[in-house]
């Protein structure tokens, strides 16, 4: 396999307006081969001061010359899409890690601003072949033809946008970011179906009145979506009507750090801050149902989390700049890597591997996570001690 370097253009933005930290990276590389069509590790040489313990391991490091902001994996777990800090946009296949496509154009290369959400199209629900949809913090709305790396239609509106959440069906896309104004699309025609809002009355917390940074769709539902930011509340909301209709005070929100657990009507929410980072609420009562004790190491500020298949918790964040794992049953760390070269601004795992994967120790798959100018290709399937191979 080629060498794992992607030779982005330096850009000259840096992304601290979105509230990310300071990254500063540095460079690691990894030998690598593959076995059933997943990245497997042979040789690792990583700097001393990041720690891999328990089920994880880094498969792979990809050094890029922007920050990583935001990754996707597409439904089908063939590709996965990783948004720039300089507005680029690069789509993996997963299997190998290598750079498959390259998503830019005049727009991007002249606003050079931070892609800060990815959404895939799948190509049997979609007209016009398989789609991304990325946001961009210049208030642009981007519908890419992946295999011809070609925008299609572009969307222009006068906030910075900072998240995005496409509906189930992948009929509806909602965007916010900067305004108190939640945006509703729809995908086909790209023309805006709506908008939902707050009431002029700011007594009433029926909507965000702070920066918006995360979007999450009711997995089973195209009308109902959750919402969080800066103001330290999650926002229920039901696309037909202006205002929320539901509220949970409390996570305090900076990055895509909301997601719904269906089964058992569960919200989990990661956030910025020193304590009580990672939540999980009742979606009906709004009630909080546990706080998950930090790793023994310490606690991060988060700026993602999400579900992981039916028994674990993926996370990740700044202070110990991690990317951490966790058993939902005992809430025990059941991987963690920390010390990354900067914090860990989004996670994503295959998502269709668990479905097709019935291991026996459950939930394996593969999960990338973006820290400063790297992208790493991950495992959580259980490591085996070297005296046991």
């Known amino acids: 396999m080629d060498s794992s370097v992607d030779h982005s253009h330096i850009p ?25 069509g997943l990245v497997t590790e042979v040789h690792q040489h990583k700097p001393h001061h990041v720690s ?80 991304l949809i990325a946001t961009y913090a210049s208030g642009v709305i981007k519908f890419w033809h992946i295999e011809t790396a070609t925008s299609l239609q572009t969307i222009h509106e006068s906030c910075q946008l900072l998240a995005a959440s496409l509906s189930p069906s992948s009929l509806h896309l909602v965007v916010g970011g900067s305004s108190e104004q939640i945006y509703l699309y729809d995908v086909a025609t790209g023309k805006k179906a709506g908008i939902c809002a707050p009431s002029p009355n700011k007594l009433v917390m029926d909507g965000h009145r702070f920066r918006i940074f995360a979007l999450k769709h009711y997995p089973i539902d195209d009308c109902t979506f959750l919402s969080g930011g800066w103001d330290d509340t999650i926002q229920i909301w039901d ?63 988060l700026y993602c989390g999400q579900w992981l298949g039916k028994d674990h918790i993926l996370c990740g964040g700044s202070e110990q700049n991690i990317v951490r794992v966790i058993d939902k049953t005992t809430l025990a760390t059941s991987g963690i890597i920390s010390h990354l070269p900067s914090g860990v601004y989004s996670v994503d795992h295959d998502r269709n591997r668990l479905s097709r994967h019935h291991h026996h120790h459950g939930d394996v798959t593969m999960i990338t996570a973006t820290a400063g100018n790297h992208l790493y290709f991950l495992s959580n399937a259980p490591v085996v001690p070297k005296h046991e191979k």
């Not at 000259?12 to 059933?36: I, M, V």
Request: proline share 4%.
């Open 239 to 301: 696309q037909r009507e202006e205002h929320s209709v539901r509220r949970i005070f409390g996570p305090h929100i900076c990055g895509d750090g909301l997601d719904v657990d269906v089964k058992h009507g569960h919200i989990l929410s990661a956030s910025w801050r020193k304590h009580d980072v990672l939540q999980v609420w009742d979606f009906k009562t709004g009630n909080r149902i546990k706080t998950i004790p930090p790793d023994f190491s310490g606690d991060s500020l």
């Open 52 to 131: 891999v313990e328990g089920d994880i391991k880094i498969l792979k490091t990809v050094e890029l010359n922007s920050e990583g902001m935001c990754c996707k994996f597409s439904e089908d777990g063939e590709k996965m899409a990783l948004g720039l800090s300089n507005g680029d946009i690069k789509v993996y296949k997963a299997a190998t890690g290598s750079c498959i496509y390259h998503l830019s154009d005049e727009d991007t290369k002249s606003d050079r601003l931070p892609v800060t959400s990815l959404n895939f199209v799948p190509k049997d629900l979609s007209s016009r072949g398989e789609l």
């Open 12 to 36: 000259g933005h840096q992304s601290h307006s979105l509230s990310s930290p300071h990254f500063a990276g540095s460079h690691e590389s990894h030998g690598d081969g593959h076995h059933k």
